[in-house]
């Protein structure tokens, strides 16, 4: 519950109001104490006692359990900066490569410090002010849209190297979602990188979900670049890549326009992107149509391929929705 004073005012017209006891005592304050004060967007005004302090650094400690990759990942994505595996004996091989293969899938994770029974990981991002949202979500955009856009020529035109660099792709999309995760946590724990950052904490879980349409739609191409694998070597026929080419062109676009309605905040580019519907059904119907002439054996990849299409179109309308 909220503490409520009342402003009183000096004979001389000076507004203010007395800080609770506990709070000044908590934080060591007496008189003649300076304290930060600073004016949100909003109109609040924050009271700062450690405002002349170094950035505290958050250590957390965790044991070389069976759920340590895990583990890992949440006390990054809760802005820690040293990261501490200790065991009693000694840390086994297992748990030593679950540790290094976690970290090096998540943005300035890094080993420190190693002995037998203990790893030491650092963060090595510790002024998420200078990381601006907007600019690492495009970042993923840029490269998830690459991803799909490969992912569909692969199919199309049966080219498993290009579907496997797909693949490989997704490892840097995922490190910069959960950098991106990390930050906008540190965000809103930090009311005074809102008004640095110019982020509400509103803002911070549409970016959120945006971030992981995003992230999603990196994982959907790298299905359709599974299933030109599972194709092995099998071509379309010529009515099928018509039809794929369209689909694709389509999908794509949707997922540009919806990333372009959430960062300009333009309601008539969002509510183009769900226009597109109607021709994303007829084009999925017409492939379903043709595929009934291809051999049994490679209706299954066609018709999941076109599918998860299908889905980087709903995940765009999901995305443009936010605009809402």
């Not at 304290?35 to 965790?62: H, R």
Request: glycine share 6%; proline share 3%; hydrophobic share 40%.
């Amino acid at each position: 519950m909220a503490d409520l004073r009342k402003i009183q005012q000096t004979p001389t017209g000076t507004f203010f109001v007395c800080l609770p006891r506990d709070w000044a005592n908590h934080n060591g304050l007496k008189k003649g104490t300076l304290v930060s004060l600073d004016v949100t967007n909003d109109g609040k005004l924050l009271v700062d006692a450690k405002y002349t302090s170094e950035p505290t650094i958050k250590t957390t400690t965790l044991d070389a359990g069976p759920y340590l990759g895990r583990e890992i990942v949440g006390r990054y994505l809760l802005g820690y900066d040293t990261i501490d595996i200790i065991a009693k004996d000694r840390i086994d091989s297992a748990s030593r490569s679950i540790i290094k293969s976690t970290a090096s899938s998540l943005s300035g994770l890094e080993i420190f410090e190693e002995t037998s029974s203990m790893i030491s990981l650092h963060s090595l991002i510790q002024q998420p002010s200078g990381l601006i949202p907007e600019k690492i979500l495009h970042r993923n955009y840029v490269i998830v849209a690459g991803m799909t856009r490969d992912a569909g020529n692969s199919f199309i035109y049966g080219d498993v190297e290009l579907a496997k660099s797909v693949i490989e792709r997704d490892a840097e999309s995922n490190r910069l979602y959960f950098l991106l995760v990390r930050i906008l946590r540190t965000i809103i724990q930090n009311p005074r990188l809102n008004d640095k950052l110019g982020i509400t904490p509103i803002e911070c879980l549409d970016y959120r979900l945006a971030a992981s349409l995003i992230e999603g739609i990196g994982d959907v191409g790298v299905q359709v670049a599974s299933k030109t694998i599972a194709l092995n070597g099998a071509k379309l026929s010529d009515d099928l890549k018509k039809l794929f080419i369209e689909l694709q062109s389509i999908c794509c676009g949707a997922h540009e326009q919806a990333l372009k309605s959430f960062v300009s905040k333009d309601i008539s580019i969002a509510e183009n992107v769900r226009n597109m519907r109607e021709k994303i059904d007829s084009i999925y119907s017409r492939i379903e149509r043709v595929t009934k002439d291809s051999p049994v054996d490679l209706m299954p990849q066609i018709l999941a391929a076109a599918s998860f299409l299908r889905q980087i179109y709903e995940r765009s309308v999901d995305l443009a929705d936010l605009v809402v």
